[in-house]
């Protein structure tokens, strides 16, 4: 498996024959380096962990430049195809789907979903992680936006993640400290963990460091991963 970060939580997984976006924040992204067009190259799917618009991004205009299936919970599915998405596949918490070479499980996320249109915020369902399983290739629990919990005990026993991508810009979600002990107190067979949400916005922190050194020595291989620069897990 490919894993390619493109700043904040924007990510691209390659694996088989797949290409998968997970939210793709471009425009607008103080952190995004690169050609949207080349990024999105036979992306075949786009997963949403929830509706803040610096996860959502860019969705509406790919899915219909590249006809990629939108994986999202219900609320944000329905959304999406009132502003043209026409290959939706919505879900919810704690469901499964089979994305013909994949399965995507909706997991807990602590934290908030919805956007503003004309100075009115709405809901747009709860917000998630995600967890990518295909045969062959290591188990991916991307986050998405959140404070550490307890049932992420649950998660690792049910899922069993391989690599993790884990929010540590602080404010928002958890800082890198709480982020780091998350990993260790829950997720100690990861083989790596990859930080995300940070470096973007001036509020969030500037750099992985205190995350880098709060994993030292605590046996999980960190990958802080240049942006557009794939890397192989």
Request: charged share 20%.
């Amino acid at each position: 498996m490919k894993i390619t970060w493109f700043g904040h939580s924007a990510f691209r997984l390659d694996f088989a024959d797949k290409a998968v976006l997970i939210d793709p924040f471009f425009t607008g992204n103080p952190a995004f380096e690169g050609d949207r067009a080349k990024i999105t190259e036979g992306v075949s799917h786009i997963l949403l962990t929830h509706g803040h618009g610096d996860h959502v991004g860019d969705t509406v205009e790919i899915a219909k430049a590249t006809g990629a299936k939108v994986v999202t919970n219900f609320e944000l599915c329905m959304y999406l195809a009132k502003q043209g998405v026409e290959n939706i596949d919505p879900m919810n918490t704690g469901g499964t789907t089979d994305q013909d070479g994949f399965t995507v499980t909706l997991v807990r996320a602590d934290h908030s979903s919805g956007l503003v249109e004309m100075g009115v915020n709405f809901p747009l369902g709860p917000a998630h992680g995600i967890v990518v399983k295909a045969p062959g290739e290591p188990t991916v629990y991307h986050m998405g936006d959140t404070d550490i919990f307890g049932d992420m005990a649950l998660i690792a026993e049910i899922h069993q993640p391989e690599i993790a991508i884990v929010p540590i810009g602080d404010r928002f979600t958890m800082g890198p400290e709480v982020a780091a002990l998350a990993v260790q107190r829950y997720f100690g067979n990861l083989k790596a963990v990859i930080p995300c949400h940070y470096a973007s916005f001036p509020p969030l922190v500037p750099n992985a460091d205190r995350f880098v050194a709060a994993m030292e020595g605590k046996g999980v291989q960190v990958v802080v991963p240049h942006k557009t620069v794939a890397v192989r897990i």
